[in-house]
């Protein structure tokens, strides 16, 4: 199967954006190690910063919650503990709970800088590790009455660890630091107490042990959830990362695209100007050349002179051609090709076109044949531009089409109502891969720089131009010593529908005197 060319700019594009990509990688995976090796959780300074701003927001989130579980832990004491005791230490808790929410806020304030983030999480450790303090010391507290509370510290120390897990998560030493305090001092309170159980084995020491295990439980929870917070944080940076990319891709593909599009248009004028300026002295050229070609003024007695003068028109002539090709395609290329549209009869355009090639065609030993459908009726279109695509694709077949060979044209109706023109020759043929070179502006296939017919190679592409503003379609079907078949459609809303003849005997309306009699018959009043 044949392969499709690979255009060398687009070819170097891709290779400089996969070498980009490659360079931005392995700058990002530099970056990833030497923030890795310069923290001291083992994970980037960025996401340290994050997981301190997130445990920051905890802390201030829980500013209500925290006293009201003081509060109802407090009064359930009051029934064990004297009340003087409970008051001083519900005081303490507060104390620390209301430090650790101003430094938290103060962290909040602060402006952005990664470089003080071990500072800050110290200072998160500190407190935490005062709350843990100042919790623990209920579960060290005796109870006044004597009586067993042993149930009522287990369940206070299972709600006050979940909180600190839950609050503290995002920093894995502060976690450790508000839990652990708590855990030791309810385990060493039962264990101290050693109440006789069942077969002499004191279930106090069974409670201690619990706690551990609860201690355990809630640190493997706790490092679930730090590692689920760093995972989001990591995500969100990458996140972060793609979009800032894309911006900075998107800026950068909106700068060359200006950039192109101002270039092209520069061009596009540059071709113009020249296109004009140097039809002036062409004209002039042409002109003298034919003159002295006819020998109007008086004959040539050099046969040698008569056919440099042959050679100076022609090259004029195909000068004056490339110069028309180029005008038009920077025309379109800059938007400003004008289409004059009016009612055009396709058929009779194809037909004088043919006729203008059949002297060329028949100099060279081809056959035209001609296939046209009949009542074709007219479309609305620009009759030059129409001209000019069907002498491009016939100039081409007879160009490239052998001695004895033959071109056909047809002209009819398309599937959906519109109008098509197709051309064939019996030429040599297009190889696939040569067909989008071909199409491309200043495209030329192998066989046409082969030629000694060599052309601009802006024929086709101006045909697709002008197809394209007609909003119909272009086709080109070729196949290697077969020969190539172009067509070229006009859509249906550009078909314009015959009329049919309106017949005069029905426009007169028959006299009938009973209907005029029964009008006047009505009564002057009601008639008016």
């Known amino acids: ?49 994050e997981l301190a701003l997130i445990h920051a927001h905890n802390r201030v989130a829980s500013s209500y919650a925290i006293p009201m579980l003081v509060v109802m832990v407090g009064m359930i004491g009051m029934i064990w503990v004297d009340q003087p005791i409970v008051l001083g230490w519900a005081t303490l808790v507060l104390a620390c709970h209301v430090a650790t929410i101003m430094i938290a ?30 919790w623990a010391l209920l579960f060290l507290i005796p109870p006044a009455t004597g009586q067993s509370v042993e149930v009522f510290q287990f369940a206070a120390m299972l709600i006050v660890v979940a909180v600190g897990v839950m609050l503290s998560s995002n920093i894995p030493t502060a976690m450790i ?10 385990a060493v309170g039962f264990a101290s107490r050693g109440t006789p159980g069942t077969g002499g084995i004191p279930y106090t020491y069974a409670m201690a042990a619990m706690a551990i295990g609860v201690l355990a439980f809630f640190l493997i929870l706790g490092y679930r959830l730090y590692y689920s917070g760093l995972a989001m944080v990591e995500s969100r940076a990458e996140k972060d990362s793609l979009i800032a990319e894309l911006e900075q891709a998107k800026a950068i593909s909106d700068e060359s695209r200006r950039k192109a599009e101002e270039a092209n248009l520069a061009k596009s004028r540059f071709l113009a100007t020249m296109s ?56 379109v290329e800059a938007g400003r090709y004008k289409l004059n549209e009016e009612a055009v009869t396709l058929l009779y355009t194809v037909e004088d076109c043919v006729h203008m090639m059949k002297l060329r065609a028949k100099n060279k ?21 129409m001209r000019q695509i069907v002498l491009n694709v016939l100039s081409n077949a007879v160009k490239f089409t052998p001695a004895g060979g033959s071109i056909t044209v047809k002209v009819g109706w398309t599937a959906g109502g519109g109008q098509y023109v197709s051309i064939k020759d019996t030429g040599p043929g297009i190889p696939e ?25 802006l024929g086709l592409n101006i045909v697709q131009a002008l197809v394209a503003m007609h909003d119909g379609t272009f086709d080109l079907r070729s196949k290697l010593r077969e020969g190539t078949e172009i067509t070229f459609t006009i859509p249906s809303p550009r078909v314009l529908e015959v009329m049919p003849a309106i017949d005069e005997r029905k426009r007169r309306r028959p006299v009938d005197d009973n209907y005029t009699a029964k009008i006047w018959s009505v009564p002057k009043r009601q008639r008016a």
């Open 1 to 49: 199967m044949a392969q499709s060319p690979v255009d060398p700019t687009t070819s170097r594009t891709a290779i400089n954006a996969e070498k980009a990509q490659r360079r931005r990688q392995t700058t990002r995976t530099v970056r990833d190690v030497r923030d890795q090796l310069s923290s001291t959780s083992g994970v980037k300074p960025a996401f340290d910063y």
């Open 177 to 186: 630091s508000t839990t652990s305090p708590i855990v030791v001092a309810t």
């Open 433 to 457: 891969e040569e067909i989008p070179v071909v199409l491309s502006a200043f495209g030329q296939g192998s066989i046409a720089i082969k030629s000694a017919e060599q052309g601009t190679g």
């Open 276 to 331: 004009h300026e140097l039809r002036t002295p062409l004209n002039a050229i042409l002109g003298f050349s034919e003159v002295i070609k006819g020998e109007m003024l008086g004959p040539l007695e050099n046969a040698t002179y008569k056919d440099y003068v042959g050679d100076i028109h022609a090259s004029g002539q195909h000068l004056l051609n490339l110069i028309n090709e180029i005008l038009d395609i920077s025309r």
């Open 105 to 134: 806020r103060n962290f909040l304030r602060l402006p952005r800088d990664e470089g003080v983030v071990r500072t800050w999480r110290n200072r998160f450790v500190g407190l935490d590790l005062a709350n843990g303090i100042a």
């Open 365 to 385: 030993g081809l056959t035209i044949v001609e296939q046209y459908e009949d009542n074709l009726p007219k479309i609305w279109a620009d009759e030059r531009a």
